[in-house]
């Protein structure tokens, strides 16, 4: 009975060794037929792996990423018009505003007539005829409305038959249209005699408004009685 114990193992491998050396194409059929059965359980479990594993490793190893990003609406921008292009030049640059003339340099109205007249005196006496320089034929002498006449009564004198008259500090040349209107009198008065012997050049107006200058040009001496006086007259309208 001591035996019982190790005895079991050793009457089990002593059975195998008798089994095999008998019948061993049972013992093979039957570990075959084991194998094939494991095999057989563990083939879906495999399948299930693989195709799990595919899809991990789909996501794993795909080089391409997958944006989970919405899509963002495309650009309309670049349908809308655009503006012109407005091209920037010289010309937008503000020019500099012109430069105004002087007021003393401003185009003066051109003489309507000039010219040389000689006026009649009379000693101890006005002259009856004179000069009237607003007709036509400014300078011819007349008996009736005349703008200068000669005056004799103490001393060789020009007559301005309007008394508007004002001298003027300036050659004949110099003188404007504006000068004159500027210091003539408005209002007329008694004809005022305009002595012959100063070489000074004068503004009037005459009898029906216009504007006109004179200058003795050939004063006389005192010692001369003369009949007559010369001056250069301008006329403006």
């Known amino acids: 009975m001591a035996n019982d114990s190790d005895g079991a193992p050793q ?12 019948h061993p194409e049972v013992i093979l059929t039957a570990i075959l037929g084991a194998i094939v059965a494991l095999v057989v359980g563990f083939l879906p479990l495999l399948t299930k792996e693989d195709s799990g594993g595919k899809k991990g ?4 190893n795909n080089t391409t990423p997958v944006s989970t990003a919405p899509e963002s609406p495309p650009d309309s921008s670049s349908n809308l018009p655009t503006e012109p292009t ?4 010289k010309s937008n640059t503000p ?3 012109a430069k105004s003339s002087p007021p003393s340099e401003a185009k003066s109205p051109k003489p309507r007539w000039k010219g040389p007249i000689k006026i009649p ?7 009856t005829t004179g000069a009237e320089l607003d007709s036509d034929e400014p300078g011819n002498l007349s008996g009736v409305d005349d703008d200068l006449r000669g005056d004799y009564s103490t001393t060789p004198a020009v007559l301005v038959m309007t008394g508007r008259v004002a001298e003027v500090g300036k050659p004949l040349d110099e003188i ?9 009198p408005a209002q007329p008065s008694d004809p005022i005699g305009v002595t012959a012997y100063r070489t000074g050049t004068y503004c ?5 408004g216009d504007t006109a200058a004179f200058a003795v040009t050939s004063p006389p001496t005192i010692q001369d009685i003369p009949d007559e006086l010369t001056i250069q007259v301008v006329l403006w309208e």
Request: charged fraction near 30%; include cysteine; charge should be negative.
């Open 11 to 22: 009457g089990r491998q002593g059975a195998v060794r008798r089994a095999w050396s008998e």
């Open 95 to 97: 020019e500099p505003p």
């Open 86 to 89: 407005v091209e920037r030049s």
């Open 204 to 208: 009037f107006a005459t009898s029906e």
């Open 121 to 127: 005196v009379n000693l101890n006496s006005v002259s």
């Open 57 to 60: 490793d789909f996501s794993e």
């Open 176 to 184: 404007t249209k504006e000068i004159c209107t500027q210091r003539t």
